[in-house]
């Protein structure tokens, strides 16, 4: 009983040290498959900036940014900038969003994503890694793994399309600014959206 309870309160501890993840720490490696089977590692990635994007098809504020077509123009324009553009989903299995390789290869179609890759997180390690809260969660990591902005995409947290063009689009100002060489001015802002279904 006593042995259970130490491992327990280890596994909290480091599950808590890990989803204690901040903007200028090292960003946590992981290694996931992509929708095509492809096992990707973040490690691959060093020496160039990457956007994580926490995901789920049929989360509305999801469904806002993909439906107006946001999330798409600003990954078209990282990627086309030697970006790399993560979209990750940690949807468990019989929760809201979830989907295996071929789902995720549909989702794609359906939305005509530009990322990089789409990930499956399907047990969640990575997005409990991260502290992942809401989809989409955004982070940007530099091409030294330095974690540079985590928080929301842009800084009107509603479901509608018609405040995007109203909005700070915080993760293209974030990129833009490192791109230049510069710092992030606003690095850690409050996510928006719907929960991760871990």
């Given at each position: 009983?006593?042995?259970?309870?130490?491992?327990?309160?280890l596994?909290?501890?480091?599950?808590?040290?890990?989803?204690?993840?901040?903007?200028?720490?090292?960003?946590?490696?992981?290694?996931?498959?992509?929708?095509?089977?492809?096992?990707?590692?973040?490690?691959?990635?060093?020496?160039?900036?990457?956007?994580?994007?926490?995901?789920?098809?049929?989360?509305?504020?999801?469904?806002?940014?993909?439906?107006?077509?946001?999330?798409?123009n600003?990954?078209?324009?990282?990627t086309?900038?030697?970006?790399?553009?993560?979209?990750?989903?940690?949807?468990?299995?019989?929760?809201?969003?979830?989907?295996?390789?071929?789902?995720?290869?549909?989702?794609m179609?359906?939305?005509?994503?530009?990322?990089?890759?789409?990930?499956?997180?399907?047990?969640?390690?990575v997005?409990?890694?991260?502290g992942?809260?809401?989809?989409?969660?955004?982070?940007?990591?530099?091409?030294?793994?330095?974690?540079?902005?985590?928080?929301a995409?842009?800084?009107?947290?509603?479901?509608?399309?018609?405040?995007?063009?109203?909005?700070?689009?915080?993760?293209d100002?974030?990129?833009?600014q490192?791109?230049?060489?510069?710092?992030?001015?606003?690095?850690?802002?409050?996510?928006?959206?719907?929960?991760?279904?871990?």
């Amino acid at each position: 009983m006593y042995r259970n309870l130490v491992i327990a309160s280890l596994a909290l501890c480091s599950s808590m040290a890990m989803a204690a993840v901040s903007v200028g720490d090292k960003a946590p490696n992981f290694t996931l498959t992509d929708a095509n089977g492809q096992s990707h590692q973040l490690s691959d990635f060093a020496g160039k900036t990457v956007v994580l994007e926490w995901t789920n098809h049929g989360c509305p504020f999801v469904k806002k940014h993909y439906g107006a077509e946001n999330m798409q123009n600003q990954q078209a324009k990282w990627t086309g900038a030697d970006v790399v553009w993560l979209s990750v989903n940690s949807g468990a299995p019989g929760k809201q969003g979830h989907v295996d390789g071929p789902g995720a290869l549909a989702v794609m179609a359906e939305q005509n994503s530009k990322q990089t890759a789409y990930l499956l997180d399907t047990p969640g390690d990575v997005g409990r890694a991260y502290g992942a809260k809401t989809t989409p969660h955004m982070y940007v990591i530099d091409g030294e793994g330095t974690l540079r902005y985590a928080g929301a995409i842009d800084s009107i947290p509603s479901a509608d399309k018609a405040d995007i063009a109203e909005a700070t689009q915080y993760v293209d100002v974030a990129l833009t600014q490192l791109a230049a060489g510069g710092s992030v001015a606003t690095a850690v802002t409050k996510p928006y959206g719907c929960s991760v279904k871990y």
